[in-house]
C-alpha cells in the first residue's frame, strides 16, 4: 500500500512513533513522481531541494518532542497561480515564465504554519482560463485513468497529481468550477469553500468576485483537514470573511438522518449525459438509504448561469490582466520601438488564445455603449440565480446534482470550440455565481471507464454540513478507493 | 443584439493593448460573435427591477486601522522588473 493511501490520522501516529519520518514521505513523494510524471505531466515545476531541507527541519522538530501541525509532514502540490516566495509562480503562461514572487500567498503561509511541505507547483490553463488544461503554455497534463483523455481545468494539474498518487493533496482555485470539475473527470475531491472563505490574497487574480482556493484531495476526510488548516479571515484581503471558522472535522459524524437533498431539475435533465444521471440517481438512493430525504426542486434560471459567468468572468479579467504590460514583472517582448509598442507586443507574444480572447470579450462587455447591454444585464441575472439558491436553502439542506454532465473528453476534442467546452460548466457555474461552498466527490465509473463526480452544494459557510454529507455517502460507498493504473 | 463586426474586434483588441494577426482577427470575430450571441439569451429576462450583485459578501469600504508598518521593500518591488535604473522601472521612451 502507498503512503499515501494511509489516513492523515495514521500517518501522523507513526510520524509521532518514530516508524516513518517526515522525510520518508517527501522521498514517496518524489519517487512517485519519477514514476509516474513522463505519463500525467502534472507538474510545471518541483521544489525538490526546499522540500527535502524542510523534511529534515521536521523530522528534527519531532525528535525534540514539538505537537505536529495539523497538516504535519503531508506532501502538498500548489497550482502555479498561488504565489510562492522565491519559487516561480507562472500561471502556466509565457509572460511569468521568469516571475518568482518575493512574498507568498496566505494560503501558503497557512500550510507552512501547518507544517504541510509543498513539493512543486502545478500545471494548469493559462491564468486558470479553461475546463481542460490544453490551455498551459507549457504542456498537457493527462487524465491519469486514461491518457487520452483531459483531466479537466483548470486545476488539471492539481487534481491528475492527487489521483495519481504524486502528493498527499493539492491546492487548486476554483472561478466557475475549476476545482469541481476536474476533481470529479480525476476521481478525486475537490471543495470550493464560500467565496471569501480562504484568504484570496496572493492568487493571482482571475475574476475578482468568483475566484476562490480550495483543497484537492482523495477523501472527504482529507478535505475537511487542508480546509481546516486554511481557513481563516485574512485583515490583507478586503473580500476575506470575518466569520468563526468551525470544526471540519468533527462535522464528519457520519449521521445524516432527517436531512432535506433538493435534486434541481435543470441539472437531471436535457444535456446531462444518461449514465452521468444514473450514478447521480444511485448516489441519491445511498443517501436516501441513510435518512436523508431526497426531492425535487428547481433553480429556474440555471440554462441563464453559463452566459452570465461567461460576460462577468471575461470583465473581470480583462480589467485584472492589465497589469501584465511588461513593466514590473513578467517577460517583456524586446523588440518594441516605443512605450505603446511594447505594452502591444508583450501581451501579444506572451498571452495564449483562450486568454486573449476573454480579455477582449470582457473589454467588449465593459466598454461604452455596451456595459448597460452586457456587464450590468448579466450583474442582474447573478441576482437572480443567487435568489433561485436562497429560496431552495430555505427548505433544504444541500443541493445536489452532477458535477460535471459529461465525464472528461479525449484531449483534443472541444479545444477549437470555446462555446460547447464553455458548456462543461453548466453544473459548477451557478454555485460561484451565488457564492455558497459545493464539493464534488467520486460516485461511481461510465462504461468507458471514466470517473464520475457528485456535487453537493451548501449554505453559505455551512462547509461543515456539505463534508458531512460528502463523508457520510463516501463511508457507505467504494468509488473513492478506486485507483488508476499507470 | 447586432453583431460584433471585424472593425470592432480590431477596435477592442486595441483597447486591450493586444495585436492582431489577420488570421486571428477573422477568428476571434467568429468566436465573439457566437458568444455574444449566447449572451444575448440574457434578454429573455425581464431585469428592469432587480439589483446587480457585484460580489455575494454583505461587506463594503472594508478598511485597516491607519497604522504605520513595514511594507515591501525597494529592492524586492524591482526585483522581478524587465529593467530597471537607479531604482526605477524602466520603459523605453515615451517623449522624443
Known sequence: MSLFEKRLQDIHTELEKGELTVSDLVNASFERIAQTEEKVKAFISLDEENARARAKQLDEQQSRGEEQGLLFGLPAGIKDNIITKNVITTCASKLLANYKPVHNATAMDRLHASEAVMIGKLNMDEFAMGGSTENSSFHNTYNPWNLDYVPGGSSGGSAASVAAGQVYFSLGSDTGGSIRQPAAYCGVVGLKPTYGLVSRYGLVAFASSLDQIGPITKNVEDSAYVLQAIAAHDPVDSTSADVEIPDYISALTGDIKGLRVGVPKEMMGEGIDPEVREKISAALKVLESLGATVEEVTLPHTEYAVPTYYILAPSEASSNLARYDGVRYGVRADSAENLLDMYHETRSQGLGPEVKRRIMLGTYALSSGYYDAYYRKAQQVRTLIKRDFDQVFANYDVIIGPTAPTTAFKIGEKVNDPLTMYLEDICTVPVNLAGIPAISVPCGFASNGMPVGMQIAGKSFDEATVLRVAHAFEQNTEHHKARPEL | ?96
Open chain 2, 1 to 96: 443584439m447586432s453583431a460584433i463586426t471585424r472593425n470592432e474586434v480590431e477596435y477592442v483588441a486595441k483597447l486591450a493593448r493586444l495585436n492582431l494577426t489577420e488570421e486571428e482577427a477573422v477568428k476571434y470575430t467568429e468566436q465573439l460573435n457566437s458568444i455574444l450571441e449566447f449572451a444575448g439569451k440574457l434578454n429573455e429576462l425581464d431585469t428592469a427591477d432587480v439589483p446587480p450583485t457585484s460580489h455575494v459578501l454583505d461587506v463594503y469600504n472594508v478598511m485597516r486601522d491607519d497604522i504605520v508598518r513595514p511594507s515591501l521593500s525597494h529592492e524586492d518591488a524591482l526585483r522581478n522588473a524587465p529593467d530597471e535604473e537607479d531604482g526605477q522601472f524602466k520603459v523605453p521612451a515615451v517623449i522624443e
